[in-house]
Structures are given as C-alpha cells and as structure tokens.
C-alpha cells in the first residue's frame, strides 16, 4: 500500500504539480480548497455567523481571496494524491485542516487537549477489532503518528465486523485500514507492521517513535505476552479489548506507571509461564487459554457454548459489530483519559449489556 502523495504550499510549485499529472494516472481531481476555506473563516469568526449576513459573506470572501492569491508559479493549501483510488485533491495545509476537522470536538475536547492528543503516538496491534479500534482513534483526532500491526487478509467471514466491503475481501486488512485512516486525515504518519509483530520486529516496534499507548486485539498468546513484557520494559501502557457476545471486557495495564504490574492484573496466575514455556501447545490450548484469560464466570452460555464448537460446527470464535462498536468508542475515550494524564488506574472493567438495558 502507498501512502499518500502530498505536494504542499511554499515547498512545491505549480510545475511540479503539471509534471506530476503528466506522470500520474488520475482518475479524479476535486478541489475542496475553497470550500474549506469557508469552513476555517466560520469556525475562527463565530461571533459574526448570526449578526450580520451580508457582513459576514464580505468579510468571508474577503478572507477566501487573501488565502486564495497567489504568485503565477505557486499555489495555496496541499495537493494530496490517494494512490489507491486515483483522487488528487486540492485542500487545506496540515494545520488548517486539523483545526477543522477537529472544530466539532471543542470544547469537549479543549484545543490543548487537542494538541496533546495530535502530537501523541497511538498502536493497535490487531485489525479486526482493531480495525473500529484505530479509525475511532483517527476521528477523534488521537495520534498524529499510528502504529499498525496485522498480518492477516479480509475473509468475506470478517465482514460481519471489519469496516470493509466486498472489493475488499482478499486485501491485507492493514492496507484497508491503513487507507481509511489516510482518507480521514491524509497528513497522519503512519507505520506499518504488514507481517504482523514477531521477535525479529517486536523491540524495534518500541524503538523508534515509541508508542504512547497500544491496543492490543491478538489471538496470538504467545505475542500478548511478550508483547506486554517489553511494554514493561519501555514503559508503555497496554489496553486489551474483549468481546464476548454482547458483552465487552477492557483491560488496562500502567506498565507507564508501574513496570512491576503483574500481566493481565495477575488474574492468570502462571498461565503466562505456562505458555512461553511450552510454545508448541499454545494453539492447541489456546480456547482453554481465551477462557481462562477472560473468566469463565464473566463469559454467557452463548459464547461458551460457541468456544466448545470451534472445529466441531464453527471454524472460529464469533464475535458481534455491535459490541465490536462499543469496544472502539470506549477505546477512544480511554486513550484520551490515559494521554492527558487524567487517571493512572490499572484493573479490568466489565460491561454487560442487559445489566444496562434489558
């Protein structure tokens, strides 16, 4: 998957846009330059949207034309090409763009905030939850820089859950997600991890741009471990969501905090020595293992029943969209609580939906 192709105001000229469409196939130009425009004079001039009309389209088109002029050679804003779908589009600089595209967040989320949360680093390790997961980050405007970690292609199976259509069954699901985070905010950095974490990547994944937090969605529990080992060692906290039925586990570890917390709160007991000790049986194990990390008494008669049947009358553990829907936005309020500093707790929270409705 290639990432987007930016061309930006004060850095590139109009040649270089003319040598790239002679170069380049382009399915469509759009230019939303003008419009955004508009939409940046509103948000920065509030106070003149129900006064005057008259005034305020002056004083609008007065500001579209400042931003709008420009020597013979340049252009104003960015030219963003989206490899994937042939798009090149004329919109705002990086700076302009997030102030609108986050507009809508004040003042639930203060623009402090949001500049903490923009400037931090965010990985979700997984994308089939992880998939709702790391676009709810994306929206909610938290992480300039994301770290994608997936191996696996989209079965038309998945589509019960992932964000995806069927002209997408068959692509890596970190190239789908990937994409639709560029759609959302072309100007994220993002890294990707298209084999998947193993040794020979797992510290590397840690080194350079060090993640602020990771949401972990695996099934590979030889990885969670190892994975929450070195977050311990580079301090870096840990979220795990669970789906089980309609019902939603999330487990937070301040390894941020607290590098001697015990992995999974402790609630494993030696299952983790258990498992890297004995590699080989992890897969065997691992429906016996899924059971035990979540608690067989927090688990429905559906799930359960459903985990007993796995290569028997189901091929994989099922999991619900709804409640996959439900784990993203929690994701997102929790990675927020954790990047502006306003909780430090670690421990496990248990959603279930009939106790909330019926």
């Known amino acids: 998957m290639t990432a987007p192709i930016i061309f930006c105001e004060d850095i590139h000229t109009n040649d270089d846009l003319i040598s790239f469409r002679e170069q380049t196939f382009i399915l469509k130009e759009k230019n939303i330059y003008i ?7 509103k948000i920065m001039n509030p106070n003149l949207l ?3 009309v008259k005034e305020y389209e002056k004083k609008k088109q007065e500001f579209i034309i400042e931003y709008t002029q420009v020597e013979k050679d340049k252009f104003r804003g960015c030219w963003v090409y989206l490899p994937w779908k042939g798009y090149f589009i004329h919109m705002l600089t990086p700076k302009q763009y997030s102030l609108v595209r986050t507009n809508r ?10 500049d903490v949360l923009i400037n931090s680093c965010v990985a979700t390790i997984g994308l089939s939850i992880g998939n709702s997961i790391a676009t709810s980050l994306a929206y909610n405007g938290i992480g300039g820089k994301v770290k994608l970690a997936e191996f696996d292609t989209i079965d038309t ?6 964000r995806a259509g ?3 069954v068959g692509e890596k699901k970190i190239d789908v997600i990937s994409q639709q985070i560029y759609e959302i905010d072309p100007f994220i950095q993002q890294y990707l991890f298209k084999n998947g974490l193993d040794d020979s990547n797992l510290e590397s ?3 350079k741009d060090k ?18 080992l070195m977050a311990k060692k580079y301090g870096v906290p840990v979220v795990m969501c669970t789906n ?6 999330i487990d937070i570890e301040r390894f941020d905090l607290d590098k001697d917390l015990p992995l999974f709160g402790g609630r494993v007991e030696n299952i983790p020595e258990e498992i890297l000790n004995n590699p080989d049986n992890t897969d065997i194990l691992k429906n016996e293992y899924a059971v035990k990390l979540v608690g067989r008494e927090l688990i429905p008669d559906r799930a359960l029943n459903s985990v007993s049947a796995i290569g028997k009358d189901l091929v994989a553990r099922p999991q619900l969209m709804s409640t996959v829907t439900i784990s993203s936005g929690l994701s997102a309020y929790i990675a927020r609580k954790i990047l502006l500093g306003e909780t430090n707790l670690s421990g496990s929270y248990f959603i279930k939906f009939s106790e909330l409705f019926f």
């Open 35 to 41: 419009e955004q425009l508009g939409e940046l004079f």
């Open 50 to 52: 129900y006064v005057d």
């Open 105 to 114: 967040n004040k003042n639930l989320i203060t623009t402090e905030e949001q």
């Open 157 to 162: 199976s998945n589509l019960n859950r992932i």
């Open 166 to 168: 069927i002209c997408q």
């Open 205 to 207: 994944f840690f080194i």
């Open 211 to 228: 993640p602020d937090i990771i949401f972990e969605v695996i099934d590979d529990f030889v990885m969670k471990i190892k994975l929450r």
């Open 244 to 249: 089980i039925g309609d019902r939603v586990l």
